[in-house]
Nanobody, 122 residues
């Protein structure tokens, strides 16, 4: 089994920044693409960002493009989400997930973290 763990969430003022970290462990035979999703109160799960296993391809959701950046760490099993210019509407539980093949939809992701809360105050 692959364990996915997120960290870095917290409370920040509008306009502030946070960096979320994600680490996947336990898998040795598959290189994973990584993605970030979020779920705000009363809303469906929303795609935030994704990155290929090599870090060569990156994708951002429309609502965060220009403000958020996804990147791989020096180790391939780590990924970061740099969130700048945070808005109250960014308040959500953020989930990191790992995909063993395609990673274009949430159903492609095999392993999910427990989520980390991001709260942006106005």
């Amino acid at each position: 089994q692959v364990q996915v763990v997120e960290s870095g969430g917290g409370l920040v003022q509008s306009g502030g920044s946070l960096r979320l970290s994600c680490a996947a462990s336990g898998g040795t035979s598959i290189d994973y693409a990584m993605g970030w999703f979020r779920r705000a109160p009363g809303k469906e799960r929303e795609f935030v960002a994704a990155i290929s296993w090599s870090g060569g391809a990156k994708y951002l959701g429309d609502s965060v493009r220009g403000r958020f950046t996804i990147s791989r760490g020096n180790a391939k099993n780590t990924v970061y989400l740099q969130m700048n210019g945070l808005k109250p509407e960014d308040t959500a539980v953020y989930y990191c997930a790992a995909a063993g093949g395609a990673y274009g939809t949430a159903d492609d992701y095999d392993y999910w973290g427990q989520g980390t809360q991001v709260t942006v105050s106005s």
